[in-house]
Structures are given as C-alpha cells and as structure tokens.
C-alpha cells in the first residue's frame, strides 16, 4: 500500500479546496454541512479537545476492525463463487485501512495513545456479510462521523475534521456500493458488478470506474490510486 500523505500534507488540502472549485461536482466537498450549519455548542476547550480524542480512537478501533472484517468478508466471497463481491469486499478493505491510518496519524499528532486492538467480527454467508456490511456503513454516515465532525468544531481540531471528514463522504461510496451489490446478488447478477476499483492513497476514496484527473474528495491525483482487480 503507499505511504499515505504527510499529515501537514493533508493540513494544506483545505487551503487548496477553499480556493478552488474544480473537480468531480458529484463528490462532496470537504466542508461537511452538518458541522458546518451548526452552532458550536459551549465546552470548555479542554473537554472538546479529550472529546475529540476519545473520538478519534474509537474511529481508529472501528476502521481497523472494518479492514480486517471486509478482507474476512472477501475470502468468504470468492469461496462462495462471487468473485466481484469479493474485490468490492478487498477494495472497501483498503480504504478502510487508510482511514485507519491516517486517524492513527493526528492521535499520535496530537499527543494520544494509539489504542492496542484485535479485531472481532464473525464471518457468515457473503449475502450476511454484505447486510453486516450496509448497517456499519450506515451507522458510520448517519451517526457517528456526524457526531465527530460536529465534536471537532467545537474542539477546533482541524485535523480530526479533516481525516473525520475523509472518511465520512467515503463510506456513504461504499454504503451505496453494497447495497447494489447485495441487489446483484439477490437477482443473480453479480458477474455484472464491477471487477475493478480504484482506491485514492489519501483519503480511500473508492472508484468502481476510472477515476477522475484528481480524487473528488482529496485531490490527490488518479496517478497514485490504488488498483485493485485481482486478489
């Protein structure tokens, strides 16, 4: 896997999208609404600051749980025959693995314990796998990295809003993207999903299609991303 960004790196990847409007409009920017509309809400500055990271370790627990579970999920997939369900389950893996990461970066960045994990999940049929799949995602993007963003505003922590913020228009990619492909497996058309996925090395934006000049999300440019058609 590349070496992810600096993360005074990623610090200037806000200045850079403030000051530029160019990129997939599909994606959203990095700005998210919900901190954004937002009132800060009163906390001593202190308690916001353990707050976002006691959050920023939680993240890291759940995305290292979520890599090791979807690479389990993507053996399950291709001993079962669904060799595309399988690279969706490998690709998801490898974001997941950068959110990890860079969570892991601004705790060490800002002083944290990085927390000592084993990841714990148990692996069932490939259709389980992919509802197991969808409720996590789900969870993640209308609850908790809503929670964290709004809780790294208040703390002004601008680099846990950047890697929150990262990881949060990422997983709504790959929500949609195992719905469909729990859909296809339901209707016996997995063979028609994607067989290949791009992954950006910054923030795991996840393409099912070649990407564009620069990630929608990062701007990091399609030349670094990740490939990802075989196991």
């Known amino acids: 896997?590349?070496?992810?960004?600096?993360?005074?790196?990623?610090?200037?990847?806000?200045?850079?999208?403030?000051?530029?409007?160019?990129?997939?409009?599909?994606?959203?920017?990095?700005?998210?609404?919900?901190?954004?509309?937002?009132?800060?809400?009163?906390?001593?500055?202190?308690?916001?600051?353990?707050?976002?990271?006691?959050?920023?370790?939680?993240?890291?627990?759940?995305?290292?749980?979520?890599?090791?579970?979807?690479?389990?999920?993507?053996?399950?997939?291709?001993?079962?025959?669904?060799?595309?369900?399988?690279?969706?389950?490998?690709?998801?893996?490898?974001?997941?693995?950068?959110?990890?990461?860079?969570?892991?970066?601004?705790?060490?960045?800002?002083?944290?314990?990085?927390?000592?994990?084993?990841?714990e999940f148990t692996v069932k049929t490939t259709g389980e796998n992919l509802q197991d799949a969808i409720e996590g995602e789900s969870y993640e993007v209308t609850t908790m990295y809503p929670d964290f963003l709004q809780d790294a505003a208040n703390s002004k922590t601008q680099l846990a809003q950047i890697s929150f913020n990262y990881a949060f228009e990422v997983e709504k990619k790959h929500q949609a993207m195992y719905r469909n492909a729990l859909l296809a497996l339901n209707n016996n058309t997995v063979n028609e999903l994607p067989n290949v996925y791009y992954i950006c090395p910054t923030c795991g934006n996840t393409y099912d299609q070649t990407p564009s000049e620069r990630c929608g999300i990062s701007m990091t440019g399609s030349e670094k991303f990740i490939k990802i058609n075989s196991l």
Do not use: R
């Open 1 to 119: 896997m590349k070496k992810l960004l600096s993360l005074s790196a990623l610090a200037v990847v806000i200045g850079i999208l403030s000051s530029c409007n160019t990129g997939n409009k599909k994606e959203t920017k990095l700005q998210n609404p919900v901190a954004a509309e937002s009132k800060e809400k009163q906390i001593a500055p202190n308690e916001a600051k353990a707050k976002t990271m006691a959050d920023l370790q939680d993240a890291f627990k759940g995305e290292t749980t979520a890599s090791a579970k979807y690479a389990a999920y993507s053996k399950k997939a291709e001993q079962e025959g669904n060799h595309n369900i399988a690279l969706l389950f490998a690709a998801a893996s490898k974001a997941e693995k950068v959110h990890a990461n860079n969570h892991k970066s601004v705790i060490v960045e800002l002083g944290g314990a990085v927390p000592n994990i084993t990841p």
